[in-house]
């Protein structure tokens, strides 16, 4: 997918996570926890952050992150 300039996704490369970080995972919209990354996960950039969100939680949600609405809106 590409982003134009002036969009929210390029604000260049995402931080390095600590060792910590990369073993725990949790979906932020149920909490469910993965150790280590997990493939088919979604990864949302939303104000500078990062939030990530399990397979059910994307799926249910697909049309609003495909509208690129925050997950408050979900």
């Given amino acids: 997918m590409t982003s134009l300039?002036?969009?929210s996704d390029s604000t260049g490369p995402a931080p390095?996570?600590?060792?910590?970080?990369?073993e725990k995972i949790?979906?932020?919209h149920?909490?469910?926890?993965a150790t280590g990354p997990?493939?088919?996960?979604t990864c949302?950039?939303?104000?500078?952050t990062r939030h990530?969100?399990?397979d059910d939680c994307a799926r249910s949600?697909?049309?609003a992150i495909e509208g690129r609405l925050d997950s408050a809106w979900w």
């Fill in 26 to 28: 949790v979906c932020a």
């Fill in 52 to 54: 990530y969100f399990c």
């Fill in 61 to 63: 949600n697909l049309r």
């Fill in 44 to 48: 949302s950039v939303e104000n500078g």
């Fill in 5 to 7: 300039p002036e969009d």
């Fill in 38 to 41: 997990r493939p088919t996960w």
């Fill in 16 to 22: 390095k996570p600590d060792a910590d970080e990369a």
């Fill in 30 to 33: 149920c909490g469910t926890t």
